[in-house]
């Protein structure tokens, strides 16, 4: 599937792509930032969006809405990763669609329960470019 990861912490966003690509066989874009991958995400769509919530800039919560807000987004499946347990951020990304968050450090384990969480929504949702 293709992922677009986005953190503006390069080590963590190296670390969890390395996996993706390498033990879960996903084809992942990395972005820094919520704008750049924004734009990425304009430009073709992207099945799973995993991002950060705090980075400069659009933060991971301003980036799900946007998706949300584009043809076709309501379609992307949103992980929203954090290194804060803020319950009204949290709750507010629900609000928009969000499919799961989770706290840093990310237990890998967990990271790939998760991520097979999404591969399984996203075929029940029916066929998508992934």
Do not use: W
């Not at 968050?101 to 075929?123: G, N």
Request: aromatic letters at 6%; proline letters at 5%.
């Amino acid at each position: 599937m293709r992922v677009l990861l986005v953190d503006d912490d390069e080590a963590g966003r190296e670390l969890l792509a390395g996996f993706m690509e390498e033990h879960l066989g996903h084809n992942v874009t990395q972005c820094p930032d919520g704008n750049s991958a924004l734009e990425e995400y304009n430009r073709k769509p992207y099945p799973l969006v995993v991002t950060d919530i705090r980075m400069p800039g659009m933060n991971g919560v301003k980036l799900l809405k946007e998706i949300r807000s584009t043809p076709g987004g309501q379609a992307t499946d949103v992980v929203l990763i954090t290194a804060y347990d803020e319950n009204s951020t949290i709750s507010e990304a629900f609000r928009q669609g969000a499919f799961e968050y989770m706290i840093k450090p990310i237990r890998l384990r967990e990271f790939e329960d998760v991520i097979q969480r999404v591969v399984d929504h996203q075929h029940k949702s029916g066929p998508q470019d992934g």
